[in-house]
């Protein structure tokens, strides 16, 4: 606290406690007051930048986020496979030298055996290594659609807890005001000691809410900074919680993110067997040689060898790529299913949640206000009691609260919705 503050504090406490003596119950009740005095000076509008909107904030994410950069890497890597898949059918060669002697004559011989594959092997390679890569691809799409999402929900998460902040911020000021009035009031004895100490309660009350609306704020503008690169400046004027915008139709399940992930890697493992399949047929070798025979004389051959696939056909590549493709169907349609219930049950909670806020905006903020108006009057015109006053101001302020519980929950809906189907609002 700056010296500044703490003068005006003491000042405000002195004049709202001028002939107390300092026992610890009143040294109990002055504290709260310099409590509510400070929190109330906390909850001056500040000044600084506002946040970003909502489609920096998802542009950011998509560009930063360490999702998308490790989908990055992975795509490059299937670009790598992919490169060398291109290989042609030559393989290796094979060279083999011998040597030996029939009496004193020396023999000498070298052979070269060129493997070749007549078979679709290398077409087999370069279509898994097509469909891994694309398989990486759809896999970044899914990674970009998750970031999406997040950075929808903590936009909104964010956004609702300035709102919260700003809405608390004036109501702790009213009660502040009504407070100070209330115990100038009373030390001349126009309205009742007991009004004004429960006056000064309900800015503890209200100034403890804010202190926790600000750190809920300061929470949600730093999960923000892990894509913004660095914390938004406090902001007490920060875009404001409008209605979420409406849910999107529901698209293809085929070309949602998470299913397409699933059927490419059936493409995959379908990729993968056609592979070992084409694969089981070993290459031709080809062999050229030459040599010295024990006479002297220059010695040229050539031949064709062939090893036929009999111990060993590739049946376990086969037998995993088949149960590996059938695993991924599986889980594809699984989540086909439960993709189709998800869209159903945020359908049906948003509509609901988007009724209880009509009608809390249409009718509980008619009555709280009007409740509220009456209270006052009533306790103005010396009929009625303080307390009704703060009821009615704390059952008004919990509406406006809810509301903005509501939106909170519905930008999270929104958050799940463009997550799961990639879309952009």
Avoid: Y
Avoid at 230 to 243: D, F, K
Wanted: net charge positive; with cysteine.
């Amino acid at each position: 606290m700056s010296p500044c503050t703490r003068r005006n504090t003491n000042r405000t406490i002195t004049m709202i406690f001028p002939n107390l003596r300092p026992t610890p119950g009143r040294l109990a009740v002055l504290l709260l007051a310099q409590f509510a005095t400070v929190a109330t000076a906390a909850a001056a509008p500040a000044t600084g930048a506002e946040l970003p909107t909502l489609a920096e904030v998802v542009a950011q994410a998509e560009a930063r986020a360490p999702q998308v950069a490790l989908a990055m890497a992975r795509l490059r890597l299937g670009d790598a496979s992919l490169a060398a898949a291109a290989w042609g059918r030559m393989q290796n060669p094979a060279f083999e030298a011998r040597a030996g002697a029939v009496g004193t004559q020396v023999e000498a011989q070298l052979d070269v055996w060129l493997p070749v594959e007549a078979g679709d092997q290398p077409a087999a390679r370069r279509g898994e290594a097509r469909a891994m890569r694309d398989w990486l691809a759809v896999q970044q799409l899914a990674s970009l659609a998750e970031v999406r999402g997040w950075a929808v929900q903590q936009w909104g998460r964010a956004v609702v807890a300035a709102a919260r902040v700003r809405l608390l911020s004036e109501i702790t000021a009213t009660a502040d005001q009504e407070a100070q009035a209330l115990v100038k009031r009373a030390q001349v004895r126009d309205a009742r000691e007991q009004d004004a100490q429960l006056a000064r309660m309900e800015v503890v009350r209200f100034a403890g809410q804010l202190a926790m609306a600000r750190a809920e704020f300061a929470r949600a503008i730093t999960t923000l900074s892990l894509v913004l690169g660095e914390v938004p400046e406090r902001s007490e004027h920060a875009v404001s919680p409008a209605t979420p915008l409406p849910l999107p139709q529901a698209a293809s399940l085929d070309t949602l993110p998470q299913v397409a992930v699933l059927l490419r890697e059936v493409e995959v493992h379908r990729a993968a067997e056609q592979r070992a399949i084409a694969e089981a047929q070993p290459p031709w070798q080809g062999l050229l040689g030459a040599g010295r025979d024990a006479a002297g004389g220059l010695r040229v051959n050539a031949g064709v060898a062939w090893s036929p696939p009999i111990a060993r056909a590739g049946q376990v590549e086969r037998a995993r790529a088949q149960a590996e493709r059938l695993r991924a169907e599986a889980e594809a349609e699984a989540t086909r299913r439960q993709t189709r219930v998800q869209w159903l049950a945020l359908a049906g909670e948003d509509r609901a949640l988007a009724d209880a806020d009509r009608d809390l905006h249409s009718q509980g903020r008619a009555a709280g206000q009007a409740t509220l108006a009456a209270a006052t009057a009533t306790w103005r015109s010396g009929k009625g009691d303080w307390m009704a006053v703060l009821l009615a101001r704390r059952n008004l302020a919990e509406v406006e609260l809810r509301h903005l519980d509501l939106a909170e929950r519905r930008w999270s809906l929104r958050g799940e919705w463009v997550a799961a189907t990639g879309e952009r609002f």
